[in-house]
């Protein structure tokens, strides 16, 4: 259990406009509610990239923007939904960095700063006390970049390197039990989807599936269940989402010869969220577990990709830990410091009870 924090009782009103709901289908409102994080691009390489965050339940939006970065992507919530990290330009040092962000606090901080390198594809762990990333630099040798894995300890900052070889491992993600990471990995034009223990020193690179001729990447977790995306077949190289069943891929069912479906946040459930070219650009879905939903919404000329999600279950986690640690009883373990200021007191409460019941 976590050292005990001051606790200065203190109690404020928040008051938010009232909006109206967000629907995924003319007759079918938001199946779940929570808050989504989702990157916005007209084009990859067109660097113009942004975050947003989206209230399920009352339909707001923000942008998360600064004149400290641009191209901001790949978003992820850790231990609470007001603390995010992300990727972006750092247009001061001009290479990728590793960003966090405090939705209540506004605090902005580069966590790579001029560290020289490329930092990129960050996910943190379980207990939002760590982060995994891809971090590469140019190999003169190789005439190329050369990618590894990196995890940084947030409250000291210190980094320790995974891996150190050629081979490219990228998009990193914990899993469920922190114990572990899983990746994709670039060897000699084809990729794989590989797992790696962080529990040793110096453990092997284990392949959790590889088919020749054929991409994989994008590993996600949901509990023991594994998804990831691959091309449909080597001659069909369009992208599909699928899940690892005894070993073997199984294609979930929105999947598509004619489209491409990318970018899931697998929940608990057996239901995702994703994102698919059927309507030609990149757009958000939601996939209940036998219906895909288009996020109607959210849809732009634009493309909509990276969800990330925290769900209106976490957050009542979030209320009653609080709530018990503030009148001293048992709680679980969990990150209750909302506005990150070192105090958990009732204002923290109140942020957490915001994301069910807007005030």
């Not at 996910?123 to 995994?132: A, E, L």
């Not at 991409?215 to 369009?238: C, V």
């Not at 577990?289 to 990709?305: A, C």
């Not at 990330?308 to 009653?320: K, M, N, P, T």
């Amino acid at each position: 259990m976590k050292a005990a924090k001051t606790f200065i009782p203190l109690l404020c009103i928040i008051t938010a406009g009232v909006r109206l709901p967000l629907f995924v289908h003319a007759e079918s409102e938001i199946l779940t509610n929570g808050q989504l994080l989702y990157h916005s691009y007209s084009s990859y390489t067109a660097m113009d990239s942004v975050i947003y965050n989206s209230d399920m339940r009352t339909g707001k939006q923000t942008e998360i923007t600064s004149d400290h970065f641009i191209n901001g992507m790949n978003a992820d919530f850790g231990s609470h939904p007001y603390d995010i990290v992300f990727m972006a330009i750092d247009p001061a040092a001009d290479e990728w960095d590793i960003y966090r962000y405090n939705r209540i606090s506004k605090k902005l901080i580069n966590l790579t700063a001029n560290s020289g390198y490329r930092n990129e594809d960050p996910k943190f762990s379980p207990d939002g006390q760590k982060i995994i990333f891809k971090r590469g630099y140019w190999s003169h040798e190789t005439d190329d970049f050369v990618y590894d894995l990196a995890e940084m300890h947030l409250a000291s900052g210190n980094i320790r390197m995974l891996t150190d070889d050629l081979p490219e491992q990228s998009m990193p993600v914990y899993s469920a039990d922190g114990t572990a990471v899983y990746y994709s990995l670039l060897d000699k034009g084809e990729t794989g989807i590989f797992r790696l223990s962080l529990m040793q020193e110096n453990s092997v690179q284990e392949c959790i599936f590889a088919e020749s001729g054929i991409s994989s990447y994008y590993p996600m977790i949901s509990g023991e269940n594994l998804y990831f995306t691959k091309w449909i077949s080597a001659d069909l190289p369009n992208d599909s989402i699928v899940r690892l069943t005894d070993g073997k891929p199984v294609s979930l069912p929105f999947n598509s010869n004619v489209y491409n479906c990318s970018d899931s946040f697998p929940l608990a459930d057996g239901s995702m969220f994703y994102s698919s070219t059927q309507n030609g650009s990149y757009d958000l879905f939601f996939y209940d577990g036998s219906i895909s939903h288009p996020l109607t919404m959210l849809h732009t000329e634009r493309n909509e990709l990276g969800a990330s999600f925290f769900s209106d279950a976490e957050a009542a986690v979030l209320i009653r830990n609080t709530a018990d640690y503030l009148v001293q009883k048992e709680y679980t373990e969990c990150n209750m410091d909302a506005d990150e200021n070192g105090i958990v007191n009732v204002i923290d409460l109140v942020y957490f009870k915001q994301l069910r019941t807007p005030l």
